[in-house]
């Protein structure tokens, strides 16, 4: 067989790392001082400075964050989280590593949100924390959900992995309440590894920041010397989840530029759009009602099988035969091994979900891609559609 092919493999993601960037991690790895300290404070209130929230706190991982706030909460046996099943695994691995039940919503199917109503009729008086996610980059609809929540006393953490840069009415997502980012290389910035807990709670920032550091009593001046003062004491038993200042340096360069490469990301996805328009077997995501800044985190279509005559994973296969790569964001995780084993869920007890799982994939959307690029993905996958 023959067809048109691209010389280069083209990923469905790739950091866009600038020369300032590199400058900013040489400099920190020359100053004598490369784990937490001057440059991990001044991200935490770059940050909290850009998402407009009252405390940042700086961690290895959206994952460590989301650890640290399950474990604050108090969350434990005999108590239930709903999150939707369509999210990243990490969040309902902790749930269940925390002893707690994980109770699974369904989504949207072309927005791959959790309506506040799939939360509020998944309720029941063991309900402690809701885990909404902003998907793909668009807002979740947390605003009814806060209403929900605060009424019965149950706990919201937003998974704000996709959502640096997103607003809804004009509110960026995590000025509120407690979120969590992800910096990990596919994200919308990066520090190679690394994420940010927000919360506009004083005591939870204090006692995140402690448990990320052993549990060891940390003060304004412990901070304001960036040393460990010899009199810091165990508060109560904590982890390892703090972030270097090698990362952190690599954040505020890459924050700096984040509403460039938020632009960017947009010029494409609206490129895709258009040209998706002609292409019936690929169904993109509806943008949620909200009035939003949406900051396009992943372009994901669903491969319409029936029309196509394919399965997701040999359009996937076909794409890769012409250098495109591209991703799967998610797997819903009911369907995923040891939840299939430990926690069955009733096949089309999460139609959406479901639906979605067997036909979602990410396409190439990262900054430094380029108009070219783009036309090679949908002439691709035009030819891989060719029966
Ligand atoms: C990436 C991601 C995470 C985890 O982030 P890490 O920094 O890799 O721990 C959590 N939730 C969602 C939705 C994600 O996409």
């Known amino acids: 067989m023959t067809f048109s092919q691209r010389e280069t493999f083209l990923p469905f993601s790739r950091p866009s790392i600038s020369l300032e960037d590199i400058d900013a991690v040489k ?6 001082w490369i784990t937490t300290g001057p440059k991990v404070a001044a991200f935490e209130e770059a940050f909290a400075g850009k998402v407009g929230c009252k405390n940042a706190v700086a961690l290895a991982s959206a994952t460590a964050g989301m650890h640290l706030i399950i474990m604050a909460l108090g969350i434990g046996p005999g108590d239930e989280v709903i999150t939707p099943s369509m999210t990243w695994v990490s969040t309902v691995n902790l749930i269940v590593l925390s002893g707690a039940t994980p109770v699974f919503v369904d989504v949207d199917k072309d927005t791959l949100m959790a309506p506040p109503e799939n939360f509020q009729a998944a309720m029941t ?3 402690k924390l809701m ?6 980059g668009a807002a979740a609809d947390v605003a009814p959900l806060r ?5 019965a006393g149950v706990e919201i953490v937003e998974d704000a992995a996709h959502a640096l840069g997103t607003k809804c ?7 509120k309440g407690h979120a969590i980012f992800s910096f990990h290389p596919i994200k919308n910035i990066t520090t190679g590894e690394g994420g ?8 939870m920032a204090r006692r995140i920041r402690s448990l990320r550091f052993h549990g060891l009593g940390v003060d304004a001046y412990d901070r304001s010397v960036q040393g460990r003062s010899p009199q810091a004491e165990v508060l109560e038993p904590g982890f390892k989840y703090n972030m270097t200042d090698m990362a952190a340096a690599l954040g505020i360069s890459q924050l700096a530029r984040l509403d460039s490469l ?3 990301r947009k010029a494409l996805a609206m490129l895709y759009r258009e040209r998706l328009s002609r292409i019936p077997e690929l169904i993109p995501l509806k943008d949620p009602p909200c009035d939003m800044e949406h900051s396009w985190h992943l372009f994901i279509v669903r491969l319409d099988i029936r029309k196509a005559g394919i399965s997701r994973y040999d359009f996937m296969r076909r794409l890769k035969e012409r250098n495109i790569g591209t991703g799967i964001h998610f797997m819903a995780v009911h369907t995923q091994r040891y939840y299939r084993e430990t926690m069955p869920i009733r096949p089309g007890a999460l139609p959406n979900s479901e639906w979605n799982s067997e036909r979602i994939m990410s396409l ?3 900054p430094d891609m380029t108009e070219d690029d783009l036309n090679d993905v949908i002439d691709a996958a035009k030819e891989a559609l060719v029966r």
């Open 27 to 32: 400099d920190v790895l020359a100053s004598g």
């Open 262 to 264: 938020n632009a960017r």
């Open 169 to 175: 009415g004009g509110i960026p997502v995590g000025r």
């Open 196 to 203: 940010m807990f927000c919360t506009d709670q004083e005591e």
């Open 147 to 151: 209403e929900i929540a605060g009424r």
């Open 131 to 136: 885990i909404p996610v902003h998907f793909a």
């Open 125 to 127: 008086h063991r309900t």
């Open 364 to 366: 190439p959307l990262f």
